[in-house]
């Protein structure tokens, strides 16, 4: 769980004090527990008219396999509707404790004033006990692996094509993240220029390279028209094979610096 704020830098230690009263009495109102549950899942009910998150859905089932991480992270109109309030307030006695708070500031830090501030406002916060949670590593299929979610009303066919990508300090992480955005971040790159400018296929076209604790996807999306929505997905298949085993051109990746500076 993160908490981002922003504030003036003379607003700082009033912010701190009132975060910190915040996490130690929190309301846990039934209230508003019941009205923000109907509202994530009334969220959640409108992902089937969304096809981008629906075809990220699928991808993600097939990438993680049974993985925890193949499960809807938002989670689902079913385990949304399951939480009961007592294991809210369980779960903040766990996360928002003396032991496992990290805190991050930047900006104007009046000296050690606003460091004194957290540690006077945070003092009395109750202790917990931190718990790790150890997520095992996906298992790595082989093959190719296809879903489709049938929408026959839709002219345009969101499609997302992905293989590995990256663990959270891989090396060399930062030198792929640029090659990527040599080669899909840009209207000059080679995704643009295949998918777009030599067939028309579709009107824009991206790819990420993301990271997390266990080895993330590294996916290509775009949204061609239902005719050529076959033949488009065959050839970001074999541009991202291309990719992965040969990289970009040097040409190609100064372009991508210039940019990126």
Sequence with gaps: TRLFFSVLSKNAPALIRLVARLLRDPGFRRSDFVRHQRSLIASAETI????????????????????????????????????????????????????????????????????????????????????????????????????????????????????????????????????????????????MQEIRAKRGYAYGVTSVVAQDIVREAMTITTSPGEDVAAACAALLGKLQAQFAERGVSGRALSAAKKSLL
């Design 48 to 191: 089937v008219d969304n096809d981008s998150a629906l075809a990220t859905r699928a991808f993600y089932r097939l990438y993680y396999s049974n993985h925890p991480l193949g499960r809807p992270r938002g989670g689902t109109v079913e385990t949304l509707g399951s939480i009961e309030l007592e294991s809210l307030k369980a779960r903040h006695r766990a996360a928002f404790g003396s032991q496992t708070l990290v805190f991050g500031l930047a900006g104007d830090l009046q000296g050690d004033a606003l460091l004194r501030e957290l540690e006077r406002a945070f003092a009395d916060l109750p202790k917990n006990e931190a718990v790790t949670y150890l997520l095992g590593e996906r298992r790595s299929g082989s093959g190719d692996h296809i879903a489709i979610v049938n929408r026959p009303d839709r002219k345009k066919v969101h499609t997302l094509v992905g293989s590995r990508g990256l663990r959270i300090g891989d090396d060399p992480g930062l030198e792929i993240q640029i090659a990527n955005h040599a080669f899909g971040g840009m209207f000059s790159s080679k995704l």
